[in-house]
């Protein structure tokens, strides 16, 4: 593991950011703009979600490239200029992030199943080393592989982010079953930390979901099933549309109001997904200060 | 394993059997008998019909609800020509798209396939489909059904604007608009005025195959 890493684990919990998406709504991202595109449009707006981070209190701030693989970007007019795009979603956040917070790269995953054919896993594998490699050379801390759904998805991202040499944080997100403990390909949380642990990632972690109590559980069946560090980002409950626009039922405060437990349960890492804001890291800063 | 090629047919639907099911497929276009093809048919239905039940009490996941789908509109292609030789009539033309800025295609894809093997003519538009289209395909389909799917919560935006341009052009009248995605939900499809809300694929298909029965 990364010296500085190890030296940021000992510290105890360290915050990330939240939700991108919604802040980028706010300071104008049209519905069914890509969002990664104004890394290049208008990084001043990004820099300033990334800034509000860690204004709020982020040691993590993550990165604007969640969709910029090639694959991801299938059909959008900014394909082609997917290292572009990588490169300049870790600026912007390494401006924000000046020496306050470290920046952790985001790749998400590809949105095609390999399942179904519908894409390859070589197809899979050029796509993520091109947008691993470009997050590397733009400056990246750490990359985050997250809100994978797929093991077999994730591993080939894990196998590209870590050619690159940097750390790397593995994430899935458990939102299926009977009890939204499992992904929606059926993997529980043990199985995914096993299968994670054995690729040799840095980090551990889940995000998205179906809001912060549900990862209590899941982060408490990592901690059991592996002794790699633990990185929960929940979202702020279950999405709803009321008259168009998207609602989150969890505040700030009570998303808070769980963080002891699940410190408890053996996060390292936390910050939010979906439907959170600088309010709920300010929150959680609040709570850890307590 | 029962003998009885349409038992086994849906047996092996059921235990991921490719090899097995395509084989029971075989056994009946060997037949060539249009009745044991609708037989066959009516077989994979009720498979798909468990395999929905599972998926929905969280028994089953996508990775069992994508790969049936697959099986069925394989074993489909195969046993569809018979059902056409015979006379027998498609249910419809369903016309299915990802709405535009979304360009998620599995839910609509496994939707698609689901909806085959349940009969209908798809037309899929892909992904990313702008309002235009969508209405453009209502005029030159004339299907039964209009389906949109819209994974992203940030182009849930576009599905009432679909429905807008429907009617608008007089289209909506003569169509039912189902749609269905992550970001959607049932008090969502009443907002924008859609006739139903799908939360997966073998549900839309059975909401679907009721409407054709009306």
Redesign the interface.
């Known amino acids: 593991m990364a010296a500085w890493l190890d030296e940021m684990l000992s510290s105890g919990p360290i915050l990330t950011d939240g939700a991108w998406?919604t802040e980028l709504?706010a300071r104008g991202?049209a519905?069914?703009?890509?969002p990664d595109a104004w890394n290049l449009s208008h990084p001043d707006r990004v820099e300033a979600v990334a800034r509000a981070y860690v204004d709020a209190g982020s040691r993590v701030v993550l990165t604007n490239t969640f969709r910029a693989s090639r694959i991801?970007l299938?059909?959008?007019p900014e394909v082609d200029r997917v290292v572009e795009l990588n490169r300049a979603g870790v600026a912007i956040s390494k401006r924000a992030a000046g020496n306050d917070a470290r920046v952790f790269a985001s790749i998400g995953p590809s949105?095609?199943?390999l399942?179904?054919?519908?894409v390859s896993k070589e197809q899979l594998a050029a796509s993520f080393y091109e947008q691993a490699e470009a997050l590397c050379e733009g400056g990246a801390d750490a990359i985050v592989v997250e809100t994978m759904?797929?093991l077999a998805e994730a591993e080939i991202a894990i196998e590209a982010a870590k050619a690159t040499g940097l750390p790397v944080v593995a994430c899935m997100v458990f939102d299926?079953?009977?009890?939204k403990d499992?992904?929606?390909?059926?993997t529980t949380a043990t199985q995914a930390a096993e299968a994670l642990g054995a690729l040799d990632v840095d980090v551990i972690g889940a995000n998205c979901g179906n809001g912060i109590e549900g990862y209590i559980p899941v982060c408490a069946e990592y901690a059991a099933a592996s002794d790699k560090p633990i990185w929960i980002k929940a979202n702020a409950g279950i999405?709803?549309?009321?008259?168009?626009e998207?609602v989150y039922d969890t505040t700030a405060e009570e998303f808070a109001d769980f963080l002891p437990r699940l410190i408890e349960a053996g996060a390292t890492f936390v910050g939010g997904c979906c439907g959170t804001s600088p309010q709920f890291i300010q929150a959680l800063k609040d709570k850890l200060a307590k | 394993m029962s003998d009885d090629p349409r038992e086994k047919l849906k047996s092996c639907l059921l235990n991921l059997d490719k090899n097995g099911l395509l084989q029971a497929v075989q056994a009946v276009v060997a037949e060539a008998n249009p009745e044991a093809a609708q037989d066959a048919v009516d077989a994979l239905a009720e498979g798909l019909q468990i395999v929905g039940r599972r998926f929905q009490?969280?028994?089953?996941?996508?990775?069992?609800l994508?790969?049936t789908g697959?099986l069925a509109k394989e074993a489909m292609g195969q046993l569809s020509p018979l059902l056409k030789s015979s006379g027998a009539e498609s249910k419809g033309t369903v016309v299915i798209g990802t709405?535009?800025?979304?360009?998620?295609?599995?839910g609509k894809?496994?939707f698609g396939n689901y909806a085959a093997s349940a009969g209908f003519e798809i037309v899929d538009l892909g992904?990313?489909v702008a309002v235009e289209d969508f209405a453009r395909a209502a005029r030159e389909h004339q299907p039964v059904a209009l389906g949109m799917s819209c994974l992203?919560?940030?182009?849930?935006?576009?599905v009432?604007k679909v429905i807008e341009e429907l009617s608008r052009q007089g289209l909506r009248e003569a169509l039912k608009v189902i749609i269905g995605g992550a970001?959607?939900?049932e008090?969502?499809a009443k907002?924008v005025g859609a006739d139903a809300f799908a939360p997966d694929a073998v549900t839309g298909t059975d909401i679907i195959r009721a409407w054709s029965c009306e």
């Open positions: 998406g709504q991202l519905l069914g703009e890509m991801a299938e059909n959008h949105g095609k199943l399942l179904s054919g519908g759904a797929d299926s079953g009977k009890h499992r992904t929606a390909m059926g999405p709803e549309l009321k008259n168009g998207v | 009490e969280g028994e089953w996941f996508l990775g069992e994508v790969y697959e709405v535009a800025g979304d360009l998620h295609d599995l894809n496994i992904v990313g992203l919560t940030v182009c849930a935006g576009s009432g970001a959607l939900t008090e969502f907002d």
